[in-house]
């Protein structure tokens, strides 16, 4: 009975070895799954509209998918947007309508995802206007010579029966920060100015009174039911074939930040502050009603974005890089 005893033992020590020896050889051969690596999205934007219709989202950081890692900057001038754009250094980009031509006609790796918003430009004057007959004889200041702004005004006062060349005297300056000044002291009485520098404008100059909103003009004039579209989001080619499920994430993070900016001023200004925008918390809060803030895909755009493609080709075809693009600038899902 005892010499039984022992050989059980033993063969329950004998077993326990051998478990135990199979578990810290199974221990062994288990190896670590390597973690996913992490994909940085490079995304840029200018100073002004289109950062603040983002600004939530610049903010707030929502991970759009797992190990992506998106990296914003919001650039100061329109030649520094143009030069990371240029050189292919933004994955995703809000720029420019016009900027988003040129980019497909130089590059022909980036497509049109949709706006984030139609034309926030305004013909203003601190003299009584009642109607375009009364815009004759008089300088109007603008930005950017033979280009969008300067294009679409005079698209419109042709449409509208002024000859541009006669009966109107078209000055310019390089930017808007130049322009406020100039009415503000008197030097100038009736100019274009966009939001949100209209409402900085308004806000040192009682008597700035609207005339007329060019976006609402241009609907009128081109049968157009958002207008002419003023910022575009734009997508790498190369960049969305491997990452589509990332892109449409993140377009639908813009339509949900640009609808937030329509009904949270106040924090929306707050965001703006701590993102970097230039503009005033103040200015921004009463920039956005006349702001034409919303985000509209492609496929429900493509023809606003080909009728103004041609509206700027008849006028000056640098202002798309040469030509007119062909549909292979708008993104297909």
Sequence with gaps: MKKLSILLLSIILAVGVLTGCANK???GNTKEQPKAETKTVTVASPDGLPTISIAKLIKEKPEIKPNYKVDYSVKATPDELSTTVMKGDADIAIVPSNMAAIAYNKTKDYAIAGTTGSGSLYLISTEELNSYDDLKGKTIVNTGKGLTPDITTQTILKDKGIDVSNDVTLD?????????????????????????????LMAKKENVKIFKSLNDEYKDLNESKFGFPQATVIVKSSFLKDNKEFVEGFLTEVNKSVVWANSNKSELANYCGEIGVSTEKAIIEKSIERANL???PINETKKEYNTYFNYLFDSNPKSLGGSLPDEGIFMEK
Excluded: C, F, Q
């Excluded at 503000?184 to 009485?189: E, L, M, R």
């Design 25 to 27: 050889n199974d221990r």
């Design 294 to 296: 919303k985000y509209i």
């Design 172 to 200: 310019y300056v390089n930017a808007v920060s130049e322009l406020v000044p100039m009415i503000v002291s008197g030097k100038a009485n009736t100019a274009v100015v966009p939001e949100p520098a209209l409402s900085a």
